[in-house]
């Protein structure tokens, strides 16, 4: 028998259609309401099959008899009208169901989950207060991170959104986290989300809030839950395996968040629930979403402000107001009340600072492969190389490891599992407080634009967006210890090996605009770069009227499918044969798979020979290094 279709026709009988469809949608997912309703008529929220559901009408009322036998029906309470945002309404009842049912079928499989600690703001400030008193630098800048780690504790707060502009550097990690913990104890908060652009930046955050706020008789794991990707697994043999919101600090990106945010299916939306009452940390909020994405996702952080008690801080180097921007005026974006939690004096304090730090060069004529790693090894080191492709950043990494040899280059990009990453990044930070250790590049990908204490001497940027480039610089002289520091802009000559990232065109092309006007890189131009790449890209504005036309149909499925922060679909490859052994044996836990686990864009499946081991998970069967990752395979195919 149909079990989701024999329910869906005892709620239609019973006359509570919205509860037939949560019950059609708990495997399969929401379907594009408008559609479903103009196509199925009378078969709505039913099995396609004909004959299947005639036999369920036959044993419809026998069923039922049994059902009730076991559980006696309790009268309904009145039904209401819900006056809020229906969408998101429909996705939160869907998490609540997806969520009992997954965990009941976990426990009869013995995958129970551990009790969640509570989130005891109180004590985790205190701690916080002492982890960040014990950093006792006198020089200017560590004066100005006190002075914001004290503007933002005690900034009051009464709506559900603040901002904190402050420049990179300035600690905004454990600044926004004071913030919130105060905010905790007045709110009476369930947890705290911190949402990062980037799953490189995952590890810092996560090691510093473990040092920070985990008590006496806590396992750092349980307080601060690390989670890089989207991991959401729907067959019953792989559940287990799903990443879920199950603490009281949840650090993830901003595609697993919004996307979760915006999914149709079970497996995703089984976490919505825990967001309600919550309190979320958007850090550098001007590249946690494409521009298209953005009025829907504000759309979405208002009504959770508004109906599920929500209160949001953004926080950026190079903060754009996206919801006041001129082209956008005729969307009806919302207008909250929002808190700054930098004083404008300090804020002052900052930008000077921040203005004296580093200065921004663009070479007009594109560069070539090899004159290119020639150009940067002749800069004063340590060097900074960022470029717009995984490809082009292993690619350049391994010709200045052939041309000047392995100890003059780093490499970083999500081709390295989160693990390796993770160690990559110590190394670099050891090699960086060495004052012998100089003559060495870092090649890496935008994942180390944000939340990243680098500070390298020199800056190569390949170009793509003035916010992307501020970010990049956040990297060079970020201790303002150097004169004359610089960060190089530049793009590349057409090579077969240097692929491009056709998303970055539009945002590419107005940076080049400013560097040929002469105007002065600044952050202060960040609102109006955005508005600029508006006004160029009419398929920007097109997508995000589709967008908004799409929730407001309730059109669940093709919105799942369209709104992806990154626009690839990717699937998740595992590189070690034990750990992929343990997933197709049942034996790995989520954290072991969010830890050793690539993104692999999910076109490469065949070509790339990638060997399913469970639903959704594959095996990587092509060469793999703690150096170059997943690329190391693929550039020996090339």
């Not at 429909?90 to 009941?104: E, P």
């Not at 002052?348 to 600072?353: C, G, M, Q, V």
């Not at 610089?486 to 107005?510: E, G, I, R, T, Y």
């Amino acid at each position: 028998m149909d079990h989701t279709d024999a329910g869906s026709a005892a709620l239609q009988k019973m006359g509570n259609g919205c509860a037939a469809m949560l019950v059609y949608s708990h495997h399969q997912g929401f379907p594009d309401l408008s559609t479903e309703f103009a196509a199925r008529g009378c078969s709505i929220f039913r099995n396609g099959n004909a004959e299947v559901r005639a036999e369920t009408d036959a044993a419809l009322p026998a069923l039922l008899r049994q059902h009730e036998a076991l559980f006696p029906r309790k009268p309904n309470k009145e039904v209401q009208a819900y006056d809020g945002d229906p969408a998101v309404f429909l996705r939160m009842a869907l998490s609540c169901l997806a969520d009992a049912d997954h965990g009941d079928t976990a426990a009869a499989f013995g995958q129970t989950e551990k009790a969640m600690p509570e989130l005891r703001p109180q004590e985790r400030l205190a701690a916080l207060d002492h982890y960040v008193s014990k950093f006792g630098e006198t020089d200017e800048r560590s004066s100005l991170r006190r002075e914001l780690y004290l503007s933002c504790r005690s900034a009051e707060a009464h709506s559900g959104f603040s901002v904190c502009g402050s420049p990179v550097g300035s600690g905004k990690t454990t600044a926004v986290m004071a913030h919130l913990l105060e905010q905790a104890c007045k709110r009476n908060a369930r947890r705290i989300f911190v949402v990062l652009p980037y799953t490189s930046i995952i590890r810092q955050s996560v090691d510093i809030y473990r040092k920070a706020l985990v008590l006496p008789g806590e396992t750092p794991e349980d307080v601060v839950a690390e989670l890089h990707s989207r991991a959401d697994f729907e067959d019953i043999e792989t559940r287990y395996l799903t990443a879920l919101w199950r603490a009281p600090i949840v650090v993830t990106t901003a595609v697993a968040f919004f996307e979760t945010l915006s999914s149709h299916n079970p497996a995703a939306l089984r976490r919505l629930h825990e967001l309600p009452g919550s309190l979320i940390f958007v850090d550098e909020a001007h590249s946690a979403l494409p521009l298209r994405l953005l009025p829907l996702a504000w759309h979405w952080m208002n009504v959770l402000s508004d109906e599920w008690s929500c209160y949001w801080v953004l926080a950026s180097g190079s903060l754009v107001r996206y919801w006041e921007l001129q082209p956008l005026s005729g969307l009806s974006m919302p207008r909250p009340e929002i808190a700054e939690l930098v004083r404008p004096d300090l804020q002052r304090e900052l930008s000077r600072y921040e203005s004296n730090r580093i200065t921004f060069r663009w070479r007009e004529k594109p560069i070539g492969r090899k004159e290119l790693a020639e150009w940067v090894q002749e800069a004063l080191g340590p060097r900074l190389l960022i470029l717009n492709t995984v490809q082009s950043a292993a690619v350049i990494a391994a010709d200045i490891a052939a041309e000047f040899g392995q100890t003059h280059v780093e490499h970083l990009s999500t081709a390295l599992t989160p693990e390796d990453r993770g160690n990559t990044i110590d190394r670099i930070r050891r090699r960086l407080a060495d004052p012998d250790d100089a003559d060495w590049t870092l090649v890496a990908t935008s994942c180390v634009e944000a939340g990243v204490d680098f500070s390298f001497r020199t800056g190569f940027r390949e170009i793509s967006s003035l916010l992307s480039l501020l970010q990049a610089a956040g990297r060079v002289n970020r201790h303002g210890r150097n004169t004359e520091a610089v960060m190089w802009s530049f793009s590349l000559q057409d090579d077969s090996m240097l692929p491009k990232n056709p998303a970055l065109d539009v945002s590419a092309a107005v940076l080049r605009s400013y560097f040929q006007k002469r105007l002065p890189i600044t952050p202060e131009l960040s609102t109006r770069s955005m508005q600029d790449e508006l006004v160029r890209d009419d398929s920007c504005m097109s997508a995000i009227c589709d967008f908004a036309e799409l929730e407001a149909a309730q059109q669940f499925r093709t919105l799942a499918q369209k709104f992806r922060v990154i626009d690839q679909k990717t699937v998740l490859a595992v590189p070690d044969d034990s750990m992929a052994s343990a997933i197709a044996e049942g034996r790995a836990s989520w954290q072991e798979l969010q830890r050793h686990a690539v993104s692999v864009r999910k076109e490469k499946i065949v070509l790339w020979h990638l060997r399913e081991i469970a639903d959704g998970i594959y095996q990587w069967t092509l060469g793999y290094d703690s150096f170059l990752g997943y690329m190391h395979g693929v550039l020996l195919t090339e």
